[in-house]
T-cell receptor
Framework: RKEVEQDPGPFNVPEGATVAFNCTYSNSASQSFFWYRQDCRKEPKLLMSVYSSGNEDGRFTAQLNRASQYISLLIRDSKLSDSATYLC???????????FGSGTKLNVKP | DAGITQSPRHKVTETGTPVTLRCHQT?????MYWYRQDPGHGLRLIHY???????DKGEVSDGYSVSRSKTEDFLLTLESATSSQTSVYFC??????????????FGEGSRLTVL
């Protein structure tokens, strides 16, 4: 069983739309949670960390539900530049091992 | 951007040949990682290092070995490359300890094709 599961998409949305991605993790001992963004043929980069109380960074909101073992990312007012693959990431016990979901592809259309 | 470079960036080789990928960092970060990325699988951890000469296996370590003789360099070796090892390989670094964000910084990737 994979440590982290994501819907691969693609999600095709118009500019200005609100879109939400979910991610589930299998190990209840998972300690830290992140969303990374990866542009086509580029390396992944940190988008935001996910905190238990939920957190917001501009148009992006991340939430964590430990009881159900899922993480979500909400993007409001989508921009063309948001088109990318979004990777859900968890760590176990400490920061030694980062486990990645296979990613959810977002296409924002004009 | 974090100072992390991978070499070579592109390589085509034949089945059965040895291949070494190099990751070099200038950030003095303790942790270094090798991942491979394949369609449908996402990023999978091959090996990681938590200090000079300290390494451990990841999810998909069979067929790969690593070495870290200096803080700044982490080498990934395919002793005898197979077609199933055709992939994009990413090196990443991370610092550890109190107050760190747990952020991974990635190199630009090395695209390996095994014919």
């Amino acid at each position: 069983r994979k440590e982290v599961e994501q819907d691969p998409g693609p999600f095709n949305v118009p500019e200005g739309a609100t879109v939400a991605f979910n991610c589930t993790y299998s190990n209840s001992a998972s300690q830290s949670f992140f969303w990374y963004r990866q542009d086509c043929r580029k390396e992944p980069k940190l988008l935001m960390s996910v905190y238990s109380s939920g957190n917001e960074d501009g148009r992006f909101t991340a939430q964590l539900n430990r009881a159900s073992q899922y993480i979500s990312l909400l993007i409001r007012d989508s921009k063309l530049s948001d088109s990318a693959t979004y990777l859900c990431v968890v760590t176990l016990y400490n920061f030694n091992k980062f486990y990645f979901g296979s990613g959810t592809k977002l296409n924002v259309k004009p | 951007d974090a100072g992390i470079t991978q070499s070579p960036r592109h390589k085509v080789t034949e089945t059965g040949t040895p291949v070494t990928l190099r990751c070099h960092q200038t950030e003095n970060h303790r942790y270094m990682y090798w991942y491979r990325q394949d369609p449908g699988h996402g990023l999978r951890l091959i090996h990681y290092s938590y200090g000079v000469k300290d390494t451990d296996k990841g999810e998909v370590s069979d067929g790969y070995s690593v070495s870290r003789s200096k803080t700044e360099d982490f080498l990934l070796t395919l002793e005898s490359a197979t077609s199933s090892q055709t992939s994009v390989y990413f090196c990443a670094i991370s610092e550890a300890g109190q107050g760190n964000t747990g952020e991974l910084f990635f190199g630009e990737g090395s695209r390996l094709t095994v014919l």
